[in-house]
C-alpha cells in the first residue's frame, strides 16, 4: 500500500471513529490530517484534501481548536493561518475524556446531587425505589467521575502498567 492511500484510510478511519467520541466526522478527519502531517495545514490545505467547504473547515479548525487539539502558528511571510494538530495521542486522549467529562459526566452529577434528596416523606415503594436508583446512578457516576481524574493526573507509563496488570490477572 502507497503512503497516500494509507493516510487516506487512516482519515476516514479516524473520522468513522471520531463519531464515538461525540465529535462530528469532518471535525475528526481534519484532526487526522494535522496529527499525520509533518508540516502545518492552512484552510485551504484542509479544505482541498478533504474537498470541503471554507466554512464548514472554519467551523471544525475553531471547535478542534476550543478542544485544546489543534492550535493555530504563524509562518514568516505568509498571510494564511496555519494549524497544528497534537500528536501526542496520550494527550489527545486525556483531552477528549477531559472535553466529554465536562460535558456529560459533570452535569449528570450537578443534577442527580440535586435530586437525590427528595422532599417526600411519605416513604412510599416508590420513592424508596427512586431514592435506591438515583443513589446508585450517583456512586457509579461518581466513581467513572475518580477514575477520570486518575487518569488526568496519571502519567502514560503509570497507566499502562496498571491496566495491563489488571488484564494479567484474569
Given at each position: 500500500m502507497q503512503l497516500i492511500d494509507a493516510k487516506k484510510q487512516f482519515v476516514?478511519?479516524?473520522?468513522?471513529?471520531?463519531?464515538?467520541w461525540g465529535i462530528n466526522k469532518t471535525m475528526a478527519q481534519i484532526h487526522a490530517l494535522m496529527m499525520l502531517s509533518n508540516e502545518p495545514l492552512s484552510t485551504e490545505d484542509i479544505m482541498e484534501q478533504l474537498s470541503i467547504s471554507r466554512g464548514n473547515a472554519n467551523m471544525n479548525i475553531r471547535e478542534l481548536t476550543d478542544w485544546g487539539l489543534v492550535s493555530k502558528v504563524f509562518k514568516a511571510g505568509e498571510r494564511r493561518d496555519y494549524f497544528v494538530g497534537e500528536k501526542d495521542v496520550w494527550k489527545i486522549a486525556k483531552q477528549v475524556a477531559k472535553i466529554r467529562k465536562t460535558r456529560e459526566l459533570d452535569p449528570i452529577l450537578n443534577l442527580l446531587?440535586?435530586?437525590?434528596?427528595?422532599?417526600?416523606?411519605?416513604?412510599?415503594?416508590?420513592?424508596k425505589h427512586f431514592q435506591k436508583m438515583v443513589d446508585d446512578v450517583h456512586k457509579l457516576a461518581t466513581n467513572v467521575?475518580?477514575?477520570?481524574?486518575?487518569?488526568f493526573k496519571a502519567e502514560q507509563n503509570w497507566f499502562w502498567d496498571k491496566v495491563l496488570k489488571l488484564f494479567a490477572k484474569h
Open positions: 476516514q478511519a479516524w473520522g468513522a471513529l471520531g463519531s464515538q446531587n440535586s435530586i437525590k434528596n427528595l422532599d417526600d416523606s411519605s416513604k412510599s415503594e416508590e420513592v467521575d475518580r477514575l477520570i481524574e486518575g487518569i
